[in-house]
């Protein structure tokens, strides 16, 4: 049975809008090298980083909330304070895979049910306590070039989180992290180090 978190306090406890200004300030920084690499003709009708903001306007309280109501549970903190600081996050800086907004994240079953099963069927039957399944995870980040990111609502923290995945083609199962806040921290440190 998937846990349901109770409300918790609604004071932000994550610095999402830090983090993400600082991730897409390294991303300007890199658009800005790559057009100026560009012939100067291409440069000026080059689309790509043209955004000076890589997110989104952040959902309203009530946008989170019918997403709840849909999904039936209760959404980690981590996760809900990011939504209300941006309803979603482009891949285009690199940083990350895109974030879906709250009317594309759904259960992996249903927003993608042929990835679900493969990766399903590759874990094989349930012990005996049940498992964990892709089908169940929810579905937060475009899957693309064979990899995706997820939340798994049967690993609940005493404070609310959910475990998040990191699963890819090219390494084995999942990475699990302990909630999205330290999933995504990974993602961007490498970035900003990797720049």
Known sequence: ????????????????????????????EYFAQFRASL????????????ASWLGAPGAAEVEIEQLEKRLGVRLPPSYREFLRVTNGWDEYSHSSLRLLTVTEVGWTRDV????ARIWD?????????????MS????????IEGQVYLLNPYVVGPD?????????????????????????ERE???????R
Do not use: C
């Open 188 to 194: 961007f440190s490498r970035y900003l180090l990797g």
């Open 39 to 50: 012939p100067p003709h291409q440069a000026q009708t080059e689309e790509f980083g043209r």
């Open 136 to 143: 169940d995870s929810l579905f937060i980040a475009e899957y």
């Open 121 to 133: 069927d590759l874990d094989g039957p349930p012990g005996p306590q049940g498992r964990e399944s």
């Open 160 to 184: 609310g989180e959910w475990e998040a995945w990191d699963f890819a083609t090219w390494h084995p199962g999942e990475y699990r992290y302990r909630s999205f806040w330290d999933l995504m």
């Open 112 to 115: 993608d049910p042929d990835l």
């Open 1 to 28: 049975m998937i846990a349901k978190v109770s409300a918790m306090t609604s004071s932000p406890r994550y610095p999402w809008l830090d983090r993400l200004r600082t991730v897409n300030g390294g991303a300007q």
